[in-house]
T-cell receptor
Framework: GEDVEQSLFLSVREGDSSVINCTYT??????LYWYKQEPGAGLQLLTY?????DMKQDQRLTVLLNKKDKHLSLRIADTQTGDSAIYFC????????????FGKGITLSVRP | GAVVSQHPSRVICKSGTSVKIECRSL??????MFWYRQFPKQSLMLMAT?????????EQGVEKDKFLINHASLTLSTLTVTSAHPEDSSFYIC????????????FGPGTRLTVL
């Protein structure tokens, strides 16, 4: 079955880079997503990558996909205090209309 | 960008009562809406998928008679928690998509339900 794994907590200093990792088990995953959730709020889509891509960069965000190892990472450059939130990776097999399977989420804490 | 709203944002009710949560797509027509449940410090679990004008598809283990979902229009889906109990207390989040295989799911801000 589908399963998405993430570690739970990461603390970084403001200005440093943050790297958040995620592994998934479903080799038929077609789309992989990164979402951000601030306290008491819904989810904000940060970026996504198709499974036929290795890397995608969008301003301060870089997504790396190792399909062989089923490993997804999100690098945030120049991390700011406003980046403090919970980050979820998610996967789906056929785009947004199909079900999203979420990882457990990792809490990113940015200290001044 | 596409905006999804939820109402109410927070509700407290007594055990045994029913609670309705609304999910609206404000600036687009949502052919598909999803309802998720999130327990504290945990991930989102999909409860059901609803398509406008048809019955919702529930995930395994979700009681369809307890969590009634109606997607009567292209901009509104409702989730009714019937005969709520304290174990139903949770954060309920909806998402909506316009359709198409590459379309994005846009999430609402969530509804915090507390059942006393």
């Amino acid at each position: 079955g589908e399963d998405v794994e993430q570690s739970l907590f990461l603390s970084v200093r403001e200005g440093d880079s943050s790297v958040i990792n995620c592994t998934y088990t479903d080799s038929s995953s077609t789309y992989l997503y990164w979402y951000k959730q601030e306290p008491g709020a819904g989810l904000q889509l940060l970026t996504y990558i198709f499974s036929n891509m290795d890397m995608k960069q969008d301003q301060r965000l870089t997504v790396l996909l190792n399909k062989k190892d089923k490993h997804l990472s999100l690098r945030i450059a120049d991390t700011q205090t406003g980046d403090s939130a919970i980050y979820f990776c998610a996967e789906s097999q056929a785009g947004a209309n199909s079900k999203l399977t979420f990882g457990k989420g990792i809490t990113l804490s940015v200290r001044p | 960008g596409a905006v999804v709203s939820q109402h109410p944002s927070r509700v407290i009710c007594k055990s045994g009562t029913s609670v309705k949560i609304e999910c609206r797509s404000l600036d687009f027509q949502a052919t598909t809406m999803f309802w998720y449940r999130q327990f504290p410090k945990q991930s989102l679990m999909l409860m059901a998928t609803s398509n406008e004008g048809s019955k919702a598809t529930y995930e395994q283990g979700v009681e369809k008679d307890k969590f009634l979902i109606n997607h009567a229009s292209l901009t509104l889906s409702t989730l009714t928690v019937t005969s709520a109990h304290p174990e139903d207390s949770s954060f309920y989040i909806c998402s909506a998509t316009e359709g198409g295989s590459t379309d994005t799911q846009y999430f609402g801000p969530g509804t915090r339900l507390t059942v006393l």
